[in-house]
Nanobody, 123 residues
Framework: QLVESGGGLVQAGGSLRLSCAAS????????IGWFRQAPGKEREGVSC????????YVKDSLKGRFTTSSDRARNTVYLQMNFLEPGDTAVYYC??????????????????WGQGTQVTVSS
């Protein structure tokens, strides 16, 4: 099971850190991805983190503002979002995939989706 937290309302230019806490499995055995879905738009892949090999991926257009990291002791993966823009407003989800993954991220490779956390960026 994956549970997201950390969303909220923030002004443009602000920061948020989202958490994705795993239970029932260890994140070392999976890659944990972040996706987001804005109103009226398709869900898109944001980032992915593999704690077992330290490899991470961030969507090109978000590099420089978004980073992903993990805390193995807490079995948690994070998405740090800086310099937020109104276009970042979306529901953010985390999900797990075993083994390798395609980039850009493909939803069908991921399972065990969390319930999502709302991020709203005001102008």
């Amino acid at each position: 099971q994956l549970v997201e937290s950390g969303g909220g309302l923030v002004q443009a230019g602000g920061s948020l850190r989202l958490s994705c806490a795993a239970s029932g499995f260890t994140i070392d055995d999976y890659a944990i991805g972040w996706f987001r879905q804005a109103p009226g738009k398709e869900r898109e892949g944001v980032s992915c983190m593999s704690t077992y090999d330290g490899i991470s991926y961030v969507k090109d257009s978000l590099k420089g503002r978004f980073t992903t990291s993990s805390d193995r002791a807490r079995n948690t993966v994070y998405l740090q979002m800086n310099f937020l823009e109104p276009g970042d407003t979306a529901v953010y989800y985390c999900a797990a995939t075993s083994g390798s993954y395609y980039v850009p991220l493909k939803e069908w490779e991921f399972h065990s989706w969390g319930q999502g956390t709302q991020v709203t960026v005001s102008s």
